[in-house]
């Protein structure tokens, strides 16, 4: 199993990286690609041991990376070892370092080692399961690790599922699916020109929800206007009397309710929607209940933390990220259902060009459920991953930054001049300056306007330190910085590292 | 620039990959992962070196290869070592095996070695360009390389563009920015309800568009059925002047006409519509035009081989797949327009937390332009594989294919027993066998059917050699053998294996 000694080459004419352009009408040749792929092993491995050396963001403005590079497409080839010096010289510092372990901005993406060799082997397989017979191992794979996940999250055998690109398409197809549940059948006939839509449709999601729902609604036909925002209370939580009137409202006025979406770790807040009260209400109106666990849902891998998916087992559909807090390099958004055969309903189609003979045993062709044709074969990715950590390495890695979060929540609470704009159900922590003197004009609108200005001051000032990048939200109107906990290469050093920066930044501001 | 020496182990328990499971709370640590990395950068070098020894596609039946792996998710990490040994075991064997020379089904997808060491860097780097905040070189070297494509591809630059995962998704784009193009307002308003669409709305392509094309309209709410299909003459090229009836009889009935879909290579016979007329309608009637060029597109490369795409400079939006036969891993899908702010009207949403103070300056947020938020930097691969071989290095591949594809046409052409059933205008041939005696009773339908009989046997046994693999379509009714040249590593040699494993099953079963 010991690997082959990779040859030194001995000079630059030995080197195939150097030898300019790649001849004939082939690939590279074996030689050089074997070279080339130990030179970018190196590379990587170098960047992620380096990574903090780098500025998280870097100091760059928009507009100035185009014009380091040709403005007209290159004729010639050029040689391997020119294009990865240009690569370190003009890819890397213009990158926002996702991987560096102070990127608390937003949620975090991992490119763990594990993902990052799935990665590697699945570029080279080249799999597309698209139908079994295109890619036998991805086909089945997806069904092993979606199942894997399944049990790890604790839901049902019930649920069956896929692994799309992103949070967003898997969303919209749990609301194209939605569309046929209510008895549409709009994957034949459409949405327009219907006497039986003529009052039109209604998605309903919490004021909170993720853009990926208004985005799925427009993409789908639905329209923006479609989507009716539910208030919240004041933990940002869905409201489920104001959600059942709503509903109610709608059905009076003749319109057709298709789906609820709520979620479990909203983006700004990562509040909880109560789920259980929404999901009676959608079971009670026969409506499509759809679960964004996008972020949040790997919380769940852990049996002690699931009293915030309460009910997300009567869900139709959920979505969970294994690029986000997974530690899954992007993309790999996994999505859940007891209903794949409403998925079928919405996006099946067999032309003959993609009749198998395989169609006489019941077998899985994944682009049936899905609106693209073509995939990816994510399962490899997963699969490496979930063996390399195990589900038990994985709940100690996400219970570690639960408590990463608690304990930086625990500084903010406990400082005077910081407070806390939402509850930390999870990893994300939302807070602002505000100095304890301006806690007396607690009611003055002058006053949180030049609060939002001051944070929005301190926060720029962190991020340009380029040791920890931040970003931010507004939680009832106010201006607030996030701190999100998800990279697999964060430590307590780090986050405790944002703190100092942050009051150092406070006080420089702050002062004035 | 010469790599470090990459350390070999001397013995089991010196190999950082045999140790059990990975401890802590983190990744991998750094010399685990460099050991890992060069592992694996061995596993694809000799996978590539010998992918010939595997059968293109395993003897091995739906259902066969779950069983293989636990069906309960693993608890405890294991071994790196052990995972890549499995990997072999297990996953290998039973994949289609794309990257085989003697693939020549459906549309290759090459992972070629540039391509493959892009998708290294680009898992490593982990950017998710969805803004240019979270990457700025994710979005300026996409912005580099799609003007690159245009321009090797002899596009004018009012041509702008992104980079998407498919086909699928770059014609969704596109007729989603057709509807906002037709003033309908949809990403707002949606389609139901709607007194304005009571007669309905329409989508035109030929009958032997892709079904991407009737996926899109599946989930963009324009449904299965306002999807008109438009005849084809006996090229299978659409009928210009059946379009013009179409849509006058459609604008007659009140029917709101939204966009026309012309191919330049169709799926089953890669027939090639007249652009030029189509494009000359779809002026005159105010209506998008989407060109499908998503395989064909790459032969606009060659300067000499345009007369195909003429009058595609008139489209609204072209798609051309650079991971179809531009030799780019999946995925990765162009989509060029004249309209981009018409994708914006379709796509964009700028929530507070997406919210950044590059808000100010004229910042490309590309994740305005697509259904999904979350995005792969997909441009590195790219700038890898265009610099190194360069356009005329492409052009000199392409061409390669081009004449392989010219070539077993001419064995087809010239042996009695054999027909070709559709033009060769790029890198597909389709074709039958058909014994010079049942030529005589060309008008029996009960020959035909005996045909298409033996034909799908001829293939089925072809490909069950294991040595090359083929995929079949209809075409006029008939059961027709398809040859698609676009994998990089196809030599002739492989090519005249296919015609000798053709003849030789011919014989075989047709002499029954």
Redesign the interface.
């Known amino acids: 199993?010991?690997?082959?000694?990779?040859p030194?080459?001995r000079s630059?004419s030995d080197?195939p990286?150097?030898a300019s352009?790649?001849p004939g009408?082939?690939?590279?040749d074996?030689r050089?690609?074997?070279a080339?792929?130990?030179?970018?092993?190196?590379?990587?491995?170098d960047?992620?041991?380096g990574v903090e050396d780098y500025p998280v963001?870097?100091a760059?403005?928009?507009?100035?990376?185009?014009p380091l590079?040709p403005?007209?497409?290159?004729?010639?080839?050029?040689a391997?070892?020119k294009?990865l010096?240009?690569?370190q010289a003009?890819?890397?510092p213009?990158?926002?370092h996702?991987?560096h372990p102070g990127f608390l901005a937003?949620f975090g993406?991992?490119?763990?080692?594990?993902?990052?060799?799935g990665?590697?082997?699945?570029?080279?397989?080249?799999?597309?399961p698209m139908l079994?017979?295109?890619?036998?191992?991805?086909t089945?794979?997806e069904?092993?690790v979606v199942?894997?996940?399944r049990?790890?999250l604790g839901l049902p055998p019930t649920f069956d599922g896929l692994l799309t690109?992103?949070?967003?398409?898997s969303t919209?197809i749990a609301l194209?699916a939605a569309?046929e549940a209510a008895g549409l059948d709009?994957?034949?006939?459409?949405?327009?020109?219907?006497p039986d839509?003529?009052?039109?449709?209604r998605v309903y999601a919490s004021a909170e929800a993720?853009?990926?729902i208004?985005?799925?609604?427009?993409?789908?036909?639905?329209?923006?206007?479609?989507l009716r925002k539910i208030q919240v209370n004041e933990r940002f939580e869905l409201d489920p009397a104001a959600l059942a009137a709503a509903i109610g409202e709608d059905r009076a006025a003749g319109r057709v309710p298709l789906a609820i979406v709520a979620t479990i770790g909203t983006?700004?807040s990562t509040s909880v929607d109560p789920i259980a009260a929404i999901a009676a209400i959608a079971v009670a109106e026969g409506v499509w209940l759809h679960v964004d666990a996008a972020y949040a849902g790997p919380v769940a891998l852990l049996p002690d933390r699931r009293a915030s998916f309460q009910g997300w087992e009567l869900a139709d559909s959920i979505v969970v990220n294994p690029?986000k807090w997974l530690?899954t390099?992007?993309?790999a958004s996994l999505l859940l259902t007891r209903r794949m055969e409403l998925l079928q309903a919405?996006?099946s189609?067999q032309?003959?060009?993609?009749r198998t003979?395989?169609r006489e045993?019941?077998?899985r062709d994944y682009s049936e459920y899905q609106?693209?044709?073509?995939?990816?074969f994510r399962a490899?990715k997963l699969w490496?991953l979930?063996?390399?950590?195990?589900?038990?390495?994985l709940r100690?890695?996400i219970d570690?930054h639960l408590a990463l979060a608690a304990e930086f929540a625990d500084w903010i609470d406990a400082d005077p001049d910081w407070e806390r704009l939402a509850p930390v159900p999870f990893s994300t922590v939302c807070f602002r300056f505000r100095p304890a003197g301006a806690a007396r004009h607690a009611a003055d609108p002058a006053m949180d306007s030049r609060l939002d200005e001051l944070n929005a001051g301190i926060m720029?000032a962190v991020n340009r330190s380029g040791e920890v990048f931040l970003?931010?939200?507004?939680l009832a109107g106010r201006f607030t910085i996030?701190l999100a906990v998800g990279n697999?290469?964060t430590?307590e050093r780090h986050v405790a590292r944002a703190w100092a920066l942050l009051r150092r930044e406070a006080g420089r501001l702050g002062a004035g």
Chains 1, 2 share one sequence.
Request: aromatic residues 8%; proline residues 7%.
């Open positions: 199993m010991a690997p082959a000694p990779f030194v080459p630059v080197d990286l150097s352009g790649v009408r082939a690939d590279l074996p050089t690609f074997r080339a792929a130990h030179r970018v092993a190196d590379l990587m491995a960047y992620l041991e963001f870097p760059i403005e928009p507009g100035s990376i185009r590079f403005a007209t497409a290159p004729e010639a080839p050029a391997i070892a294009i010096a240009d690569y003009l890819v890397v213009n990158a926002t996702w991987q937003y993406t991992t490119a763990s080692g594990p993902g990052i060799l990665e590697m082997l699945t570029a080279t397989l080249g799999q597309n079994w017979r295109t890619s036998p191992i991805g089945e794979l069904g092993v199942d894997w996940l049990q790890g690109d992103t949070a967003s398409t919209l194209a569309r709009a994957a034949a006939e459409g949405l327009a020109g219907r839509l003529a009052a039109g449709v993720h853009s990926s208004e985005k799925a609604c427009m993409t789908l036909g639905i329209g923006r206007a479609s983006t700004s690029h530690f390099p992007l993309d919405a996006f189609l032309p003959e060009y993609l003979i395989d045993a019941p077998v609106p693209q044709l073509g995939r990816r490899l490496i979930l063996r390399t950590f195990g589900l038990q390495g100690e890695r570690h720029a970003s931010h939200t507004r996030r697999l290469r430590e």
